[in-house]
Each structure stands twice: as C-alpha cells, then as structure tokens.
C-alpha cells in the first residue's frame, strides 16, 4: 500500500445554486458535472462525496493539491454502480511508478459525505 485517505464533506456546503459555475468547473472534472443525478435532492450528496474523494485521494498521495487541482480527479460510478476514481495525466506524473490502483468507497448520511482512498502499488 503507498497510501490511504479519508474526508468528510457537509452535504449543503456542496448545493450547486450557491456555487458559480466558475467554482463548480474548478472543484469538479466535466465529466462528473455532466454524470449529475437527475433527481434534485441527491445533486449535493453527489457533489459532496465526490469533493470528499477528491481530499481522500490528496491525502493518500501524501501531498494534498500540490501540482494539480480538484478537477484533475475524477470520480464516476461503473456500470455495477461501483465508484472508480481517475487522475489527469499531471497528477500520473505524480504517482509512484510501476502498476498502481486507487481504490475508492464513497457514503452519505444525513449531513455529511465521507470518502475513503486507498493507492495501492502491486
């Protein structure tokens, strides 16, 4: 294991109607902006959580956002639902070398979304 992280999120610091969308293009990738849920009230669980990775991971690296940012991480769900987390090209650089996986498990209760993340170099 090279590293593990682990970040709680409050749910309504993350409602998109008081974030701009200069914020919300900082703190998110396009990807997961374009993958929001269509339901309202899961919109902010669903940001929460995937600020909350984007911290775990920062944190599992070892370096929080030193040389990159937020939105260079990227946390979708597979088609099992399964949340898989992808870093751009620069934070790669960063990684340790050889073949690595980032483990990643997202949650949501009531007022906060916690991440947790696991670098694992095989």
């Known amino acids: 294991m090279y ?6 999120v409050r749910i309504d610091r993350m409602d998109p109607s ?17 993958s929001l849920p269509v339901q ?4 902010r669980e669903y940001l929460a959580s995937r600020f ?3 911290e775990a991971f920062s944190k599992a690296l070892g370096s ?3 040389g990159f940012g937020p939105s260079d991480i990227c946390t979708l769900s597979d088609v099992s639902g399964k949340p898989v987390l992808t870093v751009s ?11 690595v996986r980032i483990h990643v ?15 694992e170099v095989l």
Do not use: C, N, T
């Open 105 to 119: 498990s997202l949650s949501h209760e009531r007022e906060v979304a916690v991440a947790s993340v696991v670098i």
């Open 40 to 43: 309202p009230h899961r919109i």
């Open 3 to 8: 590293g593990i992280g682990i970040d709680l």
């Open 89 to 99: 090209e620069q934070i790669e650089r960063l990684l340790p070398a050889g073949d």
């Open 52 to 54: 909350a990775a984007k």
């Open 18 to 34: 008081r974030l701009s969308s200069h914020v919300l293009s900082r703190m998110f990738h396009p990807d997961e902006l374009s």
């Open 64 to 66: 929080g956002f030193k």
